[in-house]
């Protein structure tokens, strides 16, 4: 099964499994844009759209997905927004835009749906800006972390939807311009994670 035909088969019931388990956290993490309110902002796996309603005003907004049911549900989050945003079909381990095209980049639950996560993370690098800020929030292991049951049904729950077995370092050393500024654990212990990193300034 691949990707795109499992969350066509999970967008109708995608927003009632998914969003009061992580509204929290998205609000937390989306809140960071306006620290440093950036003039372009990236949403990656943009889905149905659940992070829409959380973002700041201000920035012009795009959003990817690759599945067109998902991305039907996000048009209607936005034409209710009142948000400058558009939103583009496409791979996000292939991004159609240009280098340094954003100054933020968003990656919620996507990291660990990819079977490749480090092509996701470096073409994100590649169309950040210098200085441009990466807020990340999925799953992962730590480094060394057993985890033998998430091990294990990694390759049946990637099938379906996601992995459980994403070590996020493993996946950020492919990706050498970034670093962390920020590491906070997010939801189910510390499992869930708040990451933050930067492009280095050229």
């Given amino acids: 099964m691949t990707l795109r035909y499992g969350y066509t088969l999970f967008a109708p019931i995608y927003d009632a499994l998914v969003a009061p388990f992580t509204v929290a956290a998205r609000r937390r993490s989306l809140a960071l844009l306006g620290e440093e309110p950036p003039t372009d902002a990236l949403l990656v796996g ?17 959003g990817l997905d690759l599945t067109p049911a998902m991305l ?3 048009r209607r989050r936005v034409a209710a927004s009142g948000l400058a945003m558009s939103l583009d079909q496409g791979d996000a381990r292939r991004l159609p835009y240009d280098d340094a095209a954003f100054d933020a980049v968003v990656l919620h639950l996507i990291l660990a749906v990819t079977p490749h996560p480090e092509q996701v993370l470096v073409e994100a690098a590649r169309v950040l800006r210098p200085g441009g800020r990466a807020l990340i929030l999925d799953k992962f292991l730590r480094p060394g972390q057993r985890a033998p049951v998430r091990r294990l049904i990694s390759p049946l729950l990637g099938l379906l939807a996601t992995r459980t077995d994403v070590v ?32 280095a300034a050229q």
Wanted: charged share 15%.
């Fill in 72 to 74: 039907v549900r996000a």
């Fill in 46 to 62: 943009i889905g149905s759209g659940l992070d829409i309603p959380l973002l700041p005003p201000g920035p012009n907004y795009t």
């Fill in 168 to 199: 996020f370092e493993s996946v950020l050393a492919q990706a050498p311009t970034l670093e962390i500024i920020s590491d906070q654990p997010a939801m189910a212990g510390g499992w869930f994670r708040q990451i933050v990193l930067r492009k």
